[in-house]
């Protein structure tokens, strides 16, 4: 099955499960809210078939967006694993940013900046990290289309903040 009739399947499994959760149109939902439900449906459909599930409890307290929310949509942690997801729904025939893609792989150096402005989810969540020894998984969901510079800036390493050192070793990153 090729790469665009699986999205297309995906999109479509996508707005119905968002009609069903929000119970409104999903063309009527806001571009946020859109990008909520495709973070929501990630962790549903296939996060909790293939890892420890998330609960729906821990799930709505995992959701960080909004303002100053650092470039992430969601942010758990459980067991020495963190899981962290930028999600970006766009229409079909549409192309990810590339700028989209290179700032989430600048997450770490805004997550472990002092100086910058975290909303109070966001603060939450990463209260509970522990920086020096937790595992990392990293995933932008996009519904766009990688054939551009943002798939090949997705191929490029992330961009890691000097401490901790060995934070790349525990990172896996995933477009």
Not at 59 to 76: K, M, P, Q, T
């Amino acid at each position: 099955m090729s790469g665009e009739v699986k999205k297309t399947k995906a999109r479509d499994e996508l707005i119905r499960f968002a009609e069903e959760e929000t119970r409104q149109k999903f063309h009527k939902l806001s571009g946020v809210q859109q990008s909520h439900e495709l973070t929501r449906f990630y962790v549903k459909e296939i996060h909790n078939r293939i890892k420890t599930e998330i609960s729906d409890d821990d799930l709505e307290l995992a959701i960080v967006d909004g303002g100053s929310d650092l470039g992430c949509d969601l942010i758990h942690r459980d067991d020495n694993q963190v899981l962290i997801i930028q999600s970006k729904y766009r229409t079909s025939g549409a192309s990810e940013k590339p700028d989209e893609i290179s700032h989430f792989q600048a997450v770490f150096n805004r997550l472990l900046d002092p100086n910058l402005k975290a909303n109070a989810q966001v603060l939450d969540q990463i209260s509970t990290i522990d920086w020096a020894n937790d595992r990392f998984r990293l995933i932008f969901i996009t519904l766009g289309s990688l054939r551009n510079q943002a798939g090949d800036l997705a191929d490029l390493p992330p961009n890691y903040p000097a401490s901790p050192p060995d934070l790349a070793q525990r990172s896996e990153w995933f477009f």
